[in-house]
């Protein structure tokens, strides 16, 4: 099931044209081409493989196009004392992705990457999205509302450099 969103902060430079919004809204934005890009892309099969992210021998280097992780980086944060689990991702994604491509890392940290993203090896964006929930609490047992705070997904969008010849 799709959440809906809201985009707080959302420019062209993350090169992500027509993706800048939940899906419920891309239908909205014109020229997003969403449905030219399903047409172009129907014949493709994709393939699945269980990989361990922070190990991924099994791919060639620079065999991707694009990489897409949600909240895998949190999870593996999560076990991080010291960031050399972040930095041994950030360097397998670096390894099997094509000069040029794209990496799409959401996290719910607006901090994931702090330390880690190397300006030599990545031009980085982020897109700060607010999730739209109900920000109450559903049940009013006191006479007090017990407010949740607000959510943010933040949207990494690194662009591996092309090294100079
Ligand atoms: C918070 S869940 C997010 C799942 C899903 N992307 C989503 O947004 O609902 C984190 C995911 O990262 C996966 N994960 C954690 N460490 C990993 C690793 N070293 N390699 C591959 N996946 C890993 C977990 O199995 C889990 O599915």
Request: with cysteine.
């Amino acid at each position: 099931m799709e959440r809906a969103g809201v985009v707080e902060k959302a420019d062209n430079a993350s090169g992500l044209d027509g993706y800048h919004c939940n899906s419920a809204e891309k239908e909205k934005v014109p020229g997003s081409g969403a449905k030219e890009r399903g047409d172009m892309y129907k014949n493709i099969t994709p393939q699945w493989k269980a990989v361990n992210a922070l190990d991924m021998a099994c791919f060639d280097e620079e065999c991707f196009d694009f990489v897409f992780e949600k909240s895998t980086s949190d999870a593996i944060a999560c076990g991080d004392c010291d960031g050399s689990l972040l930095k041994k991702l950030e360097n397998e994604i670096y390894r099997v992705t094509k000069p040029g491509s794209k990496w799409l890392s959401v996290s719910y940290s607006s901090s994931r990457w702090d330390g880690i993203i190397e300006t030599s090896r990545w031009d980085a964006n982020v897109i700060k999205i607010k999730i739209d929930t109900d920000t109450t609490d559903g049940e009013k047992t006191t006479s007090h509302t017990v407010m949740r705070p607000e959510v943010y997904q933040n949207c990494y969008v690194f662009t591996k450099k092309i090294p100079k010849c």
